[in-house]
T-cell receptor, first 114, second 115 residues
Framework: AQTVTQSQPEMSVQEAETVTLSCTYD???????LFWYKQPPSRQMILVIR??????QNATENRFSVNFQKAAKSFSLKISDSQLGDAAMYFC???????????FGTGTLLAVQP | SQTIHQWPATLVQPVGSPLSLECTVEGTSNPNLYWYRQAAGRGLQLLFY??????ISSEVPQNLSASRPQDRQFILSSKKLLLSDSGFYLC??????????????FGPGTRLTVL
C-alpha cells in the first residue's frame, strides 16, 4: 500500500530565510503524482505545488520549489524568502492510479519568526 | 473559474442529533467530489468520494453517509451524531479520470463540534 511520511512535525524559519520540508513516500507504481498543500489557521487546504512523476524537471511556483528524487522516493518542498504568511501546516500528498485516492502525510507545522 | 462552497462554516450539535453538511461546486461539470475529515492536530481522512450523480464510494465504515442529488452538489449526513464525529470536514473536487487533472481543490471546511 502507498504511504506518505513527513518526519518533521514542526519546523521554524526566520523571515526572508529558506526552509526545506521533507516528505518520503512508498509505492510500487511508476506513474503517480505528488502534491504539497498548505493549511493556514483558516484551515482551508490550498494547493501549493504539484509534480508529475514522469517529469524529471522539478516543479517551481514562485518562491516554492520541490526536490523530487524518484529513486529515493523523496519529495521535499523548499520555501525561499519566507514570509509571515507562509506560516501554516504543510501536507505532502500522493496520488496514484492503483488507489485513485489522494494519500496525505501527517503534516509539518511551519512557524515563521519575524 | 471554479469555486467550491461549504456550509455551514461552523456547527455545534448535541449527541444523537442529525447532521447535514452541504458542498457545491461552480464553474465545472461532472466533477469528482470528496468528503474528508480532519481531527484536531491530525491529517486528512477520506470518508466518501463520488464520480457522478448517485455514485458514492465509502472509505470508512461509520454512522455517516453521503449523497449526490445533483451533479455539483455533495451532502454529508448522519441520523445520529456521536461525540467522535467532531472534527473539521472538508469537501474537495477534481476533474478527469486520472493524471494531473485529478488535482483536488478544497472548500473552506465546516467545523463540527458534537457535545
Amino acid at each position: 500500500a502507498q504511504t506518505v511520511t513527513q518526519s518533521q512535525p514542526e519546523m521554524s524559519v526566520q523571515e526572508a530565510e529558506t526552509v526545506t520540508l521533507s516528505c518520503t513516500y512508498d509505492t510500487s507504481e511508476s506513474d503517480y503524482y505528488l502534491f504539497w498543500y498548505k493549511q493556514p489557521p483558516s484551515r482551508q487546504m490550498i494547493l501549493v505545488i504539484r509534480q508529475e512523476a514522469y517529469k524529471q524537471q522539478n516543479a517551481t511556483e514562485n518562491r516554492f520549489s520541490v526536490n523530487f528524487q524518484k529513486a529515493a522516493k523523496s519529495f521535499s518542498l523548499k520555501i525561499s524568502d519566507s514570509q509571515l504568511g507562509d506560516a501554516a501546516m504543510y501536507f505532502c500528498a500522493y496520488y496514484g492510479g492503483a488507489t485513485n485516492k489522494l494519500i496525505f502525510g501527517t503534516g509539518t507545522l511551519l512557524a515563521v519568526q519575524p | 473559474s471554479q469555486t467550491i462552497h461549504q456550509w455551514p462554516a461552523t456547527l455545534v450539535q448535541p449527541v444523537g442529533s442529525p447532521l447535514s453538511l452541504e458542498c457545491t461546486v461552480e464553474g465545472t461539470s461532472n466533477p469528482n467530489l470528496y468528503w474528508y475529515r480532519q481531527a484536531a492536530g491530525r491529517g486528512l481522512q477520506l470518508l466518501f468520494y463520488s464520480v457522478g450523480i448517485g455514485q458514492i464510494s465509502s472509505e470508512v465504515p461509520q454512522n455517516l453517509s453521503a449523497s449526490r442529488p445533483q451533479d455539483r452538489q455533495f451532502i454529508l449526513s448522519s441520523k445520529k451524531l456521536l461525540l467522535s464525529d467532531s472534527g473539521f470536514y472538508l469537501c474537495a473536487w477534481s476533474v478527469g479520470a486520472g493524471g494531473i487533472t485529478d488535482t483536488q481543490y478544497f472548500g473552506p471546511g465546516t467545523r463540527l463540534t458534537v457535545l
